[in-house]
């Protein structure tokens, strides 16, 4: 398998510039996950302003794989309404699960298609959810927070 | 080595009983194999050996009283005496077969937490390790130590991965009850002085257990002289099959040691109420044992003898040495560990300068060229060095020069690739 098709142009461009970098305030949830079986890690935050992804922003050391697709996911879900941001995170999970099989919407997932590719390398598809993974965890965790912070409120009103 | 012995190891003629390193790869690659420390690839005479107990011999062992019984008993007995002659065990009965070298830790480990009197460890023990061990010779002592109650300690290792031996004095003391350590790193590629610290610990009443499971495979074992304990292996690392491990144990230590795991085969007589355990090995071997994987042990012995070890290490020592050389030739690359070839076994770790592990690797793959990338199992070993994870080329008896210079053109290529100097 040619390793091109793996090394995407703008994988490698968002590896070598990537979007987002470096934790910051003020954020809902705060994750770390790691892929044990190489080490990689990944430190996430993600700031919910209603239902809309306000920020997020990471630490992570890892290859240009996961480097990259966690720049992306960046790209992708900022500023995006919560349940869209989701259902793109499904989307690039079916994506990545597809075995290289999986026609990807260009129009919806867009820097994110070039991970297509590594959906045919079962040895990178973790490294390509590393981030991904991590951000969905992070946003579960802030959404029930802030039902659990709404429901103690009501309670103290009522 | 003198030039005699370099004749007769002809590499070439080696590489011919492996079938596997003529095979082409995706794209018709020739495979360049450099990940014989993650697993060894097997020579004809083993493939064989377990296709023809399977197809001729195959019946369960020491309880079929028929003749392929006879026979399956008898050759899984065989490789038992085998592996016994390979490391120098004074009796067959010191050789217990496991599933692997991990298993084989776990069982020292766990029978030590059970033993009754002198033998077991408790609260207040010390159990000392290095911090240069695969996790299979971490987590097995770490579970022990929370169990018991015992305390957890290390040997540190310097910048070159050598044993920081300044802290032995203080390190085994008269509450060590176990020191574990490593004989070859599977990282850094040190060979550690086990004797040396053995004899430490035996001054002070503590017991040694060694991970040989880079060492047998690559030089030549004698258990009774290097001062250990115990000594763990694999047989998918020395050529031989996955699901095979060893572990050696003196006598009358594994005399007194209860058992692991519960079963058929490890009994003397069952009641409902109570059993009664068979002596050493059987004792510790409970259930149906991997039988063809022991017959394919046997037969990677007698391929290794064949050989020679003293013929292998030899060999392995100059692939390294020709490695570590050509890879000071390539810029930005970093050795982890010994960057000598002394006291220093053919695993060869290293960063490339801005270029992750796994990318590595997958360059490195595309070329047909198989390394590993990533902790190696030994995550505090690069803790200790500040990296994350390494790319590791490790070479073993049918390596050959050629291969080493494909790795060094894949680096470069590498380096190209992903834009670096």
């Given at each position: 398998m040619s390793l091109d098709m793996l090394y995407q142009e703008i994988i490698l461009d968002h590896y070598k510039n990537p979007h987002h970098r470096g934790l910051r305030e003020p954020y809902d949830a705060q994750v770390h996950h790691v892929?044990?079986?190489?080490g990689d890690e990944i430190t996430l935050r993600v700031h919910l302003d209603r239902d809309t992804v306000a920020d997020v922003s990471y630490d992570a050391i890892g290859c240009s794989i996961s480097q990259a697709s966690v720049s992306v996911l960046g790209d992708l879900v900022i500023g995006k309404d919560l349940d869209e941001a989701m259902a793109l995170q499904e989307e690039f999970l079916t994506l990545m699960q597809g075995h290289g099989k999986v026609q990807p919407d260009e129009d919806r997932l867009e820097d994110a298609v070039a991970f297509a590719g590594v959906a045919r390398f079962p040895g990178r598809i973790k490294c390509a959810l590393l981030g991904w993974m991590a951000w969905k965890d992070a946003t579960v965790q802030a959404v029930a927070r802030r039902a659990a912070t709404a429901s103690a409120a009501m309670e103290e009103e009522s | 080595m003198s030039a005699g012995s370099r004749a007769t190891y002809d590499v070439v003629r080696v590489r011919k009983d492996f079938p596997i390193l003529s095979r082409r790869l995706a794209g018709g690659d020739q495979l360049v194999y450099l990940d014989s420390a993650n697993t060894s690839q097997k020579p004809q005479s083993v493939i064989d050996a377990v296709s023809e107990h399977y197809q001729v011999h195959n019946a369960n062992v020491a309880r079929a009283m028929h003749q392929l019984g006879t026979e399956s008993s008898q050759a899984f007995e065989e490789a038992r005496d085998k592996v016994a002659a390979f490391i120098g065990a004074p009796s067959r009965d010191e050789v217990v077969f496991t599933r692997n070298a991990t298993e084989a830790l776990n069982l020292v480990a766990n029978v030590l937490g059970l033993a009754q009197g002198d033998l077991g460890v408790r609260a207040g023990d010390q159990v000392v390790i290095t911090a240069m061990e695969h996790h299979s010779n971490i987590v097995p002592w770490q579970l022990l130590c929370q169990r018991t109650g015992a305390t957890l300690r290390w040997f540190d290792f310097d910048d070159d991965g050598r044993l920081d031996l300044s802290q032995l004095d203080e390190l085994v003391t008269e509450r060590t009850k176990v020191v574990s350590l490593t004989w070859i790193s599977n990282m850094l590629g040190t060979v550690n002085p086990v004797s040396q610290i053995a004899r430490r610990a035996h001054e002070v009443g503590a017991l040694v257990v060694v991970d040989a499971s880079q060492a047998v495979p690559q030089m030549p074992v004698d258990v009774a002289t290097l001062g250990a304990d115990f000594v763990a292996f694999t047989g998918h690392k020395m050529v031989g099959p996955t699901g095979i491990g060893v572990l050696w144990g003196r006598r009358e230590l594994l005399a007194q040691l209860p058992p692991f795991l519960g079963g058929g085969e490890m009994i003397e007589t069952v009641t409902l109420e109570r059993s009664t355990y068979a002596p050493p090995p059987a004792r510790f071997e409970a259930g149906t044992p991997p039988i063809a994987q022991a017959v394919g042990l046997g037969a990677a012995i007698d391929y290794l003898s064949e050989l020679g070890m003293a013929a292998v290490a030899a060999h392995e020592r100059e692939v390294t040495a020709y490695a570590l050389a050509r890879m000071r030739?390539?810029?930005g690359l970093r050795v982890l560990g010994p960057t000598e070839a002394v006291d220093r076994g053919g695993a060869v770790s290293f960063e490339l300068a801005g270029i992750h592990p796994h990318d590595v690797a997958q360059v490195l793959d595309s070329r047909g060229v198989a390394v590993r990338a990533g902790h190696h199992c030994a995550k505090p070993a690069h803790t200790r060095l500040g990296v994350q994870s390494s790319t590791r080329a490790s070479f073993y008896l049918y390596t050959q020069p050629e291969e080493v210079d494909a790795l060094i053109d894949g680096l470069d290529y590498t380096k190209r690739y992903f834009g670096g100097s």
């Open positions: 892929n044990p079986a190489c | 030739e390539v810029s």
